[in-house]
């Protein structure tokens, strides 16, 4: 669209009416150099002389969208802008000044999701230009549910000479196939995407993006990841695509956390050289990313804190095919999860809390059940009237950002029968894509069902996820591994539920605290008071319990206190000791040995400090947060 633009500059003389008595083009020229501060200052200059300036209130709205992203300010500007140029008839001879206020307008209205305003303005550049543009309604058309329309006005353009609008068409429909779960067809017109921008040398981050976000469905997980990569090389500052994003979440789900991590700050980094619109329509939806790998590492309190802001903030959808309501949902699931991971780390530290602390962690255990009682409502709200259920079940749903290893959990909120009718009823189904799915489903399946204690139906499910499940999906299978753990023991079978619970915990350390199960472990000291007193306090925590498959022993040696998890076989799985310092004494050395237990074998070996963590908040890395009336 902007070579466009820049088509009617070149060819429309400038007036003598211009600001400062700068010309248009060198005003654009402005524009192009992202010199906002500079433009915001002639806007006011000129609107302090006349506030009926048309193009005083154009730049004005330019500087308010590109410079400092206040979408409803810009749309205000644009807007009198639009008005004063049709009555003051600017440029008369080729309406330059109404088609540049037009370009800005669309992209706004589209990004404010005002899909008919959206509709309108493309009409009159049509009205206007004579060319035709028609091909940017296909995302309003999209998004208002005209299906049919799009696929009839993008029909039109996928043979086009103009390759800017034969790739326009083509990345729509493949989101309109992609929206609709038609997962084939829109990979495929992913496909002739891509191959027809490599053979115009014009490959960009959107398309790769794009592609690799169909292939997932598709179970297609190494060309996601290589388009992923490819994605990263072509850097543009005006793309609404951050492969980074994706290829964090992938990492994160694959169990290769120091890759997440990485991918995280490469994630921020391109956001911040993004163009500021661009950066602040995104910022968020970026927060959320990082506090899916801050959980997945253990960092429960720093994921909760970055969620709560989140919660006060959210994004606009206008330049993604999912809607507002899709992206709380989703936001929503992952606070959840925080939550009950929070309120588990609670009830293991009162296990070993003196009275001033215990009292803290029941007002904060309060505090969270208050607020999961909010977000199972909303989300019931959110789910259950709009017949959303199967979407949100169903694993790689479009535009559904929650991430496959703690979908499973999204039963939580929602009535667990209920939740059990809609996955029987999808796994019931014949088709390529019911049989890419069932793995994934029968997973839910399984875990909804342990959920109502029906531990023999659920073990077969299970058992089937377990054999059926990529490899790739690592923290999905430590789920199903520590779930068939569960089942086993509760059917007596020890030995197979060892095996089991050694499975997950390799995967994924911290899947227990997530899933509220313990260990079965045989206690044992060595008669020392220091030791006596750590296993009175392991005893109470919520991550162990008294059974046949581990070995838990507490020991005091020249000034230490050891603590040793091991199989049956004798196998050390966990050793960690802490010095026992004559001014603390025993007492002390036992919290915080229970602590350190806690922490290393519940939760990802993965230290960071302060800053490593601050790194991966894209606001915190820019000195602000936000909240619901404003920053702090």
Wanted: with cysteine; aromatic share 8%.
């Amino acid at each position: 669209m902007r070579r466009l633009l820049l088509l009617f500059l070149l060819l429309i003389p400038c007036s003598d009416s211009a600001a400062q008595e700068m010309s248009l083009d060198a005003m654009i020229d402005l524009i192009d150099a992202g010199r906002f501060v500079r433009l915001r200052e002639i806007a006011e200059d000129e609107l302090r002389n006349n506030r009926n300036s048309a193009i005083g209130n154009y730049l004005m709205g330019v500087a308010m969208y590109r410079g400092e992203t206040n979408l409803p300010l810009a749309r205000y500007y644009l807007e009198r802008a639009r008005a004063l140029t049709s009555r003051e008839n600017f440029f008369n001879e080729q309406n330059s000044l109404l088609l540049n206020v037009l370009f800005e307008m669309e992209r706004v209205a589209r990004e404010m999701e005002k899909y008919e305003e959206h509709l309108d303005i493309v009409n009159e550049l049509v009205l206007i230009s004579g060319i035709d543009v028609n091909v940017y309604m296909g995302w309003s058309l999209m998004k208002m549910g005209r299906h049919d329309e799009v696929r009839t006005l993008m029909g039109r353009y996928v043979n086009s000479d103009n390759p800017e609008i034969r790739f326009s068409a083509l990345n729509t429909l493949g989101a309109l196939e992609y929206m609709l779960k038609n997962y084939e067809e829109s990979f495929h017109w992913f496909t002739v995407l891509k191959n027809d921008l490599a053979d115009h040398n014009a490959l960009d981050a959107t398309a790769l993006s794009n592609r690799a976000e169909a292939a997932l469905p598709l179970l297609r997980f190494h060309e996601a990841e290589s388009d992923l990569l490819l994605a990263a090389r072509y850097f543009n500052p005006n793309s609404y695509s951050n492969p980074w994003q994706s290829l964090a979440l992938r990492y994160t789900g694959g169990g290769r956390l120091s890759e997440g991590l990485s991918a995280v700050r490469e994630m921020h980094q391109w956001s911040r050289k993004s163009n500021p619109t661009i950066e602040q329509q995104r910022l968020n939806e970026y927060r959320q990313v990082a506090a899916v790998v801050l959980m997945a590492i253990g960092y429960d309190d720093r994921t909760l804190e970055i969620l709560r802001e989140v919660r006060n903030r959210p994004d606009r959808r206008g330049v993604t095919s999912g809607s507002a309501e899709q992206a709380e949902i989703n936001l929503l699931h992952l606070y959840r999860e925080a939550l009950q991971r929070r309120r588990e780390r609670l009830r293991e530290e009162a296990g070993w809390a003196g009275m001033g602390d215990w009292i803290l962690t029941v007002r904060e255990r309060l505090k969270i059940r208050r607020e999961m009682w909010t977000v199972d409502r909303r989300m019931n709200a959110l789910l259950l009237p709009r017949n959303r259920l199967s979407w949100v079940l169903r694993p790689y749903a479009p535009d559904s950002t929650a991430v496959e290893w703690l979908r499973p959990g999204l039963r939580g909120p929602l009535n667990n029968g209920q939740v059990q009718a809609e996955l029987t009823r999808l796994l019931v189904r014949s088709d390529r894509t019911t049989d890419r799915e069932r793995p994934y489903l029968e997973a839910a399946l399984g875990e909804t069902l342990m959920a109502r204690t029906k531990h023999a139906a659920a073990l077969p499910r299970l058992l089937f996820a377990r054999t059926e499940l990529p490899m790739e999906e690592v923290l999905l299978r430590a789920r199903v591994e520590a779930l068939i753990a569960r089942a086993h023991e509760r059917q007596k079978d020890a030995e197979s539920a060892v095996v089991a619970y050694r499975n997950a915990m390799e995967r994924d350390p911290g899947v227990l605290r997530a899933l509220g199960l313990s260990l079965p472990v045989i206690f044992t000291d060595d008669g020392s008071a220091a030791a006596r007193r750590t296993i009175r306090f392991l005893k109470k925590s919520p991550r162990f319990h008294r059974g046949r498959g581990f070995q838990l022993s507490v020991e005091t040696d020249n000034g230490r206190l050891t603590a040793r998890l091991s199989g049956m076989d004798g196998t050390t799985l966990m050793q960690v000791y802490v010095a026992i310092e004559d001014d603390s004494g025993p007492k002390t050395a036992a919290r915080i040995l229970c602590r350190e237990i806690h922490n290393r074998a519940f939760a990802p070996k993965i230290d960071l400090s302060q800053a490593d963590v601050n790194s991966l908040d894209g606001a915190a890395t820019t000195g602000y947060a936000i909240d619901l009336f404003g920053i702090k």
